[in-house]
């Protein structure tokens, strides 16, 4: 990413450089901490897509590889990519937001990925572990930005089971846990709200917003247990 770049916020990236788990630097929204509610975007991985290049790993590995992906996909508004295209669609609830509402909302929040392992193609999952992982350093995050809501791409099992683990092992308490009875295909969006350290964070997990992803049927649902447009309108 050009380090001149004005959308992405980098006074954190000292501390940021501090965490261990922190293998790529997480976008950070230029407006984050202006914001009434604090949101924090959990994606879930990255896998190699050029397998036949040996130098290729590591450009995926380099700690401005997800802002350099954010910038290429999710800044660049003409670009259709559906992990971004789909979630600005449900935040918003439209088939086409406008370019000054896609750029607000990106520069509004953090987005990271949950998973650090490079996996080694779009056909492979992640592991329990890579999960928990992931959960450890995001838990790092949280302390370190402060986020009020977090919105998580992925309903899997072990994604949720993981996470009820690392708030058992770390003794963070789960103040509350819900399935969320709208079903959404064959989806139950779940919600848990965690304090940690003091501060009250709530996690909604929502399928993955690539393909096959209904943004008409996940806005009601998002915008109802979120505050999803925090001073971006």
């Given at each position: ?11 954190f ?19 984050f ?14 896998y ?18 997800l ?12 670009k259709?990519?559906?992990f ?31 998973v ?7 056909k ?24 009020d809501?977090v919105?998580?791409y992925?309903?899997e099992r ?9 708030c ?11 399935k ?11 919600k ?9 964070v709530?996690l909604l997990?929502i ?6 992803f209904?943004?008409?049927k ?16």
């Amino acid at each position: 990413m050009n380090k001149n770049d004005i959308n992405c916020d980098l006074s954190f990236d000292q501390n940021l450089k501090l965490i261990e788990g922190v293998n790529r630097l997480p976008w950070v929204g230029k407006a984050f901490y202006t914001q009434k509610h604090k949101i924090f975007i959990l994606g879930e991985s990255i896998y190699n897509w050029k397998p036949e290049d040996q130098s290729f790993i590591s450009h995926i590995e380099a700690p401005d590889n997800l802002r350099n992906l954010h910038v290429n996909h999710a800044m660049n508004f003409k670009k259709n990519s559906k992990f971004v295209r789909n979630i600005e669609r449900a935040i918003y609830n439209k088939k086409k937001p406008t370019d000054s509402e896609k750029n607000k909302l990106w520069t509004s929040v953090i987005y990271h990925n949950l998973v650090k392992r490079v996996l080694k193609s779009n056909k492979h999952r992640p592991s329990y572990n890579d999960y928990l992982s992931g959960w450890t350093t995001f838990g790092e995050l949280v302390d370190l930005f402060l986020p009020d809501q977090v919105i998580v791409y992925g309903l899997e099992r072990k994604k949720i089971d993981s996470f009820l683990e690392y708030c058992q092992v770390n003794k963070i308490e789960i103040i509350k846990r819900e399935k969320i009875p709208v079903k959404v295909g064959r989806s139950h969006p779940r919600k848990i709200v965690v304090n940690k350290n003091g501060k009250e964070v709530m996690l909604l997990f929502i399928k993955h917003p690539s393909s096959y992803f209904s943004w008409k049927k996940w806005s009601p649902i998002i915008n109802h247990h979120l505050d999803c447009k925090p001073d971006i309108e």
